[in-house]
């Protein structure tokens, strides 16, 4: 006979009959288990991965980001700190810095003269700036590998001349120096071995134009220990590079590269370029020829020589000259180095080095030889028959290799550290130089 209980009880004894050998009734608590099992999994898979990306030890990432490496300060927006966070170094663990923060008559109270962080010696501006936003940047000391302490020294232009006078630099950098050692226990730990300053000036940090002057005064005692991001380089012996130290490029404003034409499409009229000061009676009060008489040299052999585009007097427009020219003399000044050597690079314009000796910013990695020209002083003579045979043989190749934008950038600072410019430059050769850091040699870590 046909049940004919209504459909819902028929169903309910179906269901019944499904579960009376279930094993689970007397666990009542395992029924809900069951029912949401899927969400437990899936909050514990999140909280997996939440924790793995957080983690000084990678589980599932291989190059995380802690969150202190990236801490800014309060005034710097999302944007800035999303962009930060696109450089990366070539290692997985950058070098850490600690910046400390001055008083601001050590830096900022400088930057009210718009000089400051606009001419050759600007370097201890922007390099400072970059650093605030490279991601190895650390708030915690504790945490650094080395220390950086921004003194802007170059920025005093009260001499005649308008260059900028340095006898306040000693002065100020040695209140500085006092003023962390008394604040923090990181100077005297290491003796200021893991500490750096940037010295941009003609001699380093001697700290005086003149180099017989430089090299009497040398560099003193309370920077001796330190490292020094420093423009001036000899490959000999020099009184003014005895502290440990890496060679900077001269500061150029980084929008020379956009001021004119792409350089393979530039209009090269000129076959040899410069225009600077070349002294034909010393006009200083030392009685001496400037640049050791190298540019008297050239102007009295070449001045009259159409090939060669000489110049006396400055003009606000020369590097539209330099974008026309082919090859640019680079000779030295009262110290070997010149921004002539960054603008040349910069717009095109194959350099040519005149300058004995001469150490070159970041030769570990930039092929100098591949980019540019060295003729040494006593052989300016020769210098017209030298760079028609470059004409006959290889200039193309160097042009190509000039051009390259690669090695444009790398001489260039950036108030934002880009991948491949000098400030990411100057990261690479301090990782070198990681043995100096008192934190890796007590935890004894290296990478």
């Known amino acids: 006979m046909p049940d004919r209980r209504p459909l819902h009880h028929q169903r309910m004894k179906l269901f019944g009959r499904r579960t009376r050998h279930n094993h689970f009734p007397r666990f009542p608590y395992l029924d809900k288990l069951k029912r949401y099992y899927k969400w437990f999994l899936w909050l514990a898979l999140s909280l997996y991965f939440f924790l793995s990306s957080t983690s000084n030890t990678p589980v599932l990432f291989s190059n995380p980001l802690p969150l202190k490496q990236t801490t800014l300060p309060q005034k710097t927006t999302t944007r800035a700190l999303?962009?930060?966070?696109?450089?990366?170094?070539?290692?997985?663990?950058?070098?850490?810095?600690?910046?400390?923060?001055?008083?601001?008559?050590?830096?900022?109270?400088?930057?009210?003269?718009?000089?400051?962080?606009?001419?050759?010696?600007?370097?201890?501006?922007?390099?400072?700036?970059?650093?605030?936003?490279?991601?190895?940047r650390v708030i915690d000391p504790n945490e650094a590998d080395f220390f950086f302490v921004p003194v802007y020294v170059s920025c005093n232009f009260s001499t005649t001349n308008g260059f900028p006078s340095l006898?306040?630099?000693?002065?100020?950098?040695?209140?500085?120096?006092?003023?962390?050692?008394?604040?923090?226990?990181?100077?005297?730990?290491?003796?200021?071995?893991?500490?750096?300053?940037?010295?941009?000036?003609?001699?380093?940090?001697?700290?005086?134009?003149m180099e017989e002057v430089a090299i009497a005064d040398g560099i003193p005692e309370f920077l001796k220990e330190t490292m020094l991001l420093q423009t001036f380089g000899v490959k000999r012996k020099h009184v003014c590079q005895e502290a440990e130290h890496v060679?900077?490029?001269?500061?150029?404003?980084?929008?020379?590269?956009?001021?004119?034409?792409?350089?393979?499409?530039?209009?090269?009229?000129?076959?040899?370029?410069?225009?600077g000061k070349m002294e034909v009676h010393p006009k200083n009060i030392s009685g001496r020829f400037y640049s050791k008489k190298v540019r008297t040299k050239i102007l009295k052999q070449y001045g009259n020589n159409p090939k060669f585009y000489l110049k006396r007097k400055w003009l606000d427009g020369y590097r539209s000259e330099?974008?026309?020219?082919?090859?640019?003399?680079?000779?030295?000044?009262?110290?070997?180095?010149?921004?002539?050597?960054?603008?040349?690079?910069?717009?095109?314009?194959?350099?040519?080095?005149?300058?004995?000796g001469i150490r070159l910013p970041f030769q570990s990695t930039m092929k100098w030889d591949e980019i540019s020209l060295t003729v040494a002083e006593h052989e300016v003579d020769k210098l017209e028959s030298v760079l028609d045979l470059v004409v006959k043989t290889n200039l193309t190749a160097i042009q190509h290799n000039l051009w390259d934008p690669v090695k444009r950038r790398a001489l260039l600072f950036n108030n934002r550290m880009l991948e491949g410019d000098a400030t990411w430059h100057v990261i690479q050769e301090l990782a070198g130089k990681i043995d100096r850091s008192w934190k890796r040699q007590v935890t004894g870590t290296w990478r």
């Open 322 to 356: 330099i974008a026309r020219s082919v090859f640019c003399l680079c000779p030295l000044g009262w110290a070997p180095w010149s921004p002539r050597l960054v603008e040349s690079v910069e717009l095109g314009c194959v350099p040519v080095i005149i300058a004995d």
């Open 82 to 136: 999303t962009e930060s966070l696109q450089f990366s170094t070539s290692s997985s663990s950058p070098v850490k810095i600690y910046i400390y923060e001055l008083p601001s008559r050590f830096n900022k109270d400088w930057l009210s003269n718009p000089r400051c962080s606009t001419h050759l010696f600007a370097a201890e501006v922007a390099i400072h700036e970059a650093l605030l936003t490279y991601r190895g």
């Open 247 to 275: 060679v900077i490029p001269p500061y150029v404003v980084p929008e020379v590269s956009k001021e004119q034409p792409d350089p393979a499409a530039a209009r090269r009229d000129i076959f040899a370029f410069f225009r």
């Open 167 to 209: 006898g306040h630099a000693k002065p100020l950098i040695k209140e500085a120096i006092n003023l962390i050692s008394s604040k923090f226990p990181f100077w005297n730990r290491s003796r200021g071995r893991d500490h750096i300053f940037v010295a941009s000036h003609d001699f380093g940090a001697c700290f005086h134009p």
